[in-house]
C-alpha cells in the first residue's frame, strides 16, 4: 500500500544496550553521532543500563541526536515517579528527550523485581494509565520539575496489539512497530517474527484506528539485525533452525532483517518505507556500524 503523500524523511536510532564506564560510554555515544545517527536509545531492561542517567551522559557527550528510551516498560514505574524522571532529564539534556513506552513482555524481570507481570490486558491497563498520568501531569502548567520542552515531551508508544495501537493512536507522536511478537509460552521474552504480510496487517489496523487525526504519527520500526552479505540465505539460516514455521522465502521477506549487499539493504529501506509508512528505524547496538553506511546513502531523503 503506497501513501499518496510525499514520504517523510527518514531517521535513524540506535539502541544501546551494554553498559560500560564513563570515558566507553561517552565514546559509543560520540561514535553513533559520528556515524550519523539521529537518535541515542536505551531500552528498560533490568541488566542493561538504566536508561534515564544513560540519556543525560549521552547528551553530555554529544551535540545533535534526540535521546529517547526505547521503550520503558510500563508495569516498572509508578507514574509520579516516572514524570519526574522525564521532566528532570529533559531539562538536563536540553530538550532533547522523547519517551518510549511499552507494557512490557519478559515476566522474568517483573518476577525479579517483585512486581505482579499480570496479564496482557492488565499490562495494556497499566500502560494506559501511565501515558495518560504522563500527559497529564507534565501538561500542567503548575508541574515542577519543569521539562524543557513544550507543549510536551514527543510521545512513542512501541506495540503490535490492537488496544496498544488504539492508545498509540490516540496519543502518540510516534508509533513503533515490533517486527517480532511475544511468544506466549514463553517467561523469558522469546520473540516470534511478523511477518511481511502480517506487519501490513498491523500497519493497516493502525492506520484505521488513527483515520481521524489531524497530525500524522512518525511510524517506527525495530530492525533486528543487520548483515552486509553476498549470501542472504546463508545468514537467516540460524533464525530458520529457531523458528521452523518460517520458510526461507519469509525469512528473507521479514521487514526486521536487513541483509544483502549494501544496495540490497538501501533499496529494502526505501520500499519498507514505501509499503508501510517506516521512516524512523531503530537498530540495535551490534549493527550500529554495519548499519552506518545505508545511513549515509538514505541521508536527506
Known sequence: MSHPVSPRPFRFGVNLMTSAPAEEWRAKCRRAEELGYDVILVPDHLGMPAPFPALVAAAQATERPRLGTFVLNAGLWNPALLAREVATTDALTGGRLEVGLGAGYVQAEHDSAGLPFGTPGERVDHLRHAVEELQRLLGSESYQPRPAQQPRVPLLIGGNGDRVLRLT???ADIAAFGGAFPDPKSTTGR????????????VARYRG?????????????????VTVTQDRAAVVQPLLDRVPELTLEQALALPILLTGTLEQITAQVLAQRERYGFSYLTVLEPYMEAFAPVIERLRGK
Open 169 to 171: 493512536a490516540e496519543h
Open 209 to 225: 484506528f488513527a483515520a481521524d487525526r489531524a497530525e500524522p504519527a512518525e511510524l517506527n520500526l525495530l530492525v533486528q539485525m
Open 191 to 202: 520473540l516470534v517474527p511478523v511477518t511481511a504480510e502480517g506487519l501490513d496487517e498491523r
